[in-house]
């Protein structure tokens, strides 16, 4: 009798899949860096990490005189002992920012001179911690409306519309070997598209180092229009900048309005069961269709491959994720590759290969 050899499989891993093509990451809270379980699915499958909300300024510099650095020194330490890149995020934002960063204790509004010296001791402070330790930043998040117009958020009434300059200024004083990107939700949509385009055109002509854009992928089963995100990953590689798919997930719930979702983290709907239809567990079909969206998705994004640096999904699994709960507190959604289960997906293993039909 012949002695047949077994060979041992070795488990399927999405960084080694993807290999060569970009890197994949995940958004993390202390809890996954804290679980065993959940470092085995981060050591496992990704191989760059972002903060979902550690580095935010609420959570990062919540008084005046106080910076809490526990938790972001354990998610970098984490990071580097298991040769992982982390993306800080985020450094100015209209939101998650407390209000004595604008206000004076009278509650007068601050001055431009004193906002800025606020946001460099900031960036300098943040960013000049992690220097040569952080692969990038996101530095300005979300600073646009949806007609391409900058946002009216306090940084730009108070400071003008120069505050994004000064904040990518500053960021690469405080750590020159980051890569500084801007990032923000919706960037599908041609006018908001065009209005980031001009943004990195101008820092550019002005010698201010910015090295990619992050489209923010909140999407559900049917919205956007997968051909916007292609023309806007085309139109964003053309300025020479990296480009990114982040905080990628795909609501399978439906939503009071499809064209407006977005990533409006202060919007708040009191709970419909119209609108939350999964509430035991996710029938086959609309699993189906998850999978088949995703495939479509990553069909577009291997083809881009030599224009995508990074894809990061928000959230590791569907128990932990911030569509449960949002704009609806309460629901229960399925957006990611691991479910409540923190299993894989089957459809998961075929994204690396996703062609289109």
Do not use: C
Request: hydrophobic share 35%; aromatic share 10%.
């Amino acid at each position: 009798m012949s002695e047949q050899k077994s060979e041992v499989e070795s488990p399927f891993s999405l960084k080694q899949a993807f290999e060569g093509k970009f890197v994949i990451g995940a958004a993390v809270n202390e809890h996954h860096i804290s679980s065993e379980a959940d470092n085995l699915l981060l050591t496992q499958h990704y191989n760059t990490l972002t903060p979902e909300n550690m580095m935010k300024w609420e959570e990062i510099h919540p008084t005046p005189t106080q910076f809490s650095f526990a938790r972001p020194d354990d998610l970098v330490s984490f990071a580097e002992l298991n040769n992982m890149q982390v993306v800080g995020h985020t450094l100015v934002w209209h939101s998650q920012t407390p209000d004595w960063v604008f206000h004076r204790e009278d509650g007068s509004r601050k001055s431009r001179e004193e906002l800025l010296l606020l946001m460099k001791n900031h960036i300098d402070t943040v960013a000049g911690r992690y220097k040569n330790r952080l692969y990038g930043w996101d530095v300005v998040n979300e600073a646009f409306n949806e007609d391409g117009s900058l946002r009216q958020s306090l940084w730009y009434e108070i400071i003008g519309e120069d505050f994004i300059e000064k904040a990518f200024e500053y960021a690469h004083e405080a750590a020159p070997k980051a890569k500084l990107y801007y990032n923000d939700y919706n960037l599908f949509k041609p006018a908001k598209r065009e209005g980031v385009v001009s943004l990195v055109k101008r820092l550019q002509s002005k010698g201010i180092k910015i090295d990619g854009v992050g489209m923010q992928a909140h999407y559900s089963l049917e919205h956007p229009d997968l051909k916007e995100v292609e023309d806007s990953i085309k139109a964003f590689s053309l300025l020479g900048v990296d480009v990114m798919l982040t905080e990628l997930d795909i609501s399978v719930l439906p939503f009071p309005d499809e064209n407006n979702m977005g990533a409006d983290v202060g919007l708040s709907i009191a709970l419909q069961d119209e609108f939350n239809p999964y509430s035991d567990s996710l029938p086959s079909n609309i699993q189906k269709e998850l999978a088949n969206r995703y495939q479509s998705l990553f069909a577009i994004v291997n083809r881009h491959s030599d224009k995508i640096s990074r894809v990061t999904f928000w959230g590791l699994h569907d128990g932990h994720s911030w569509r449960n709960d949002w704009p609806m507190p309460g629901r229960k959604d399925y957006p990611l590759l691991f479910g409540h289960d923190k299993g894989l997906k089957d459809f998961a293993r075929q994204l690396p290969f996703a062609e289109d039909k």
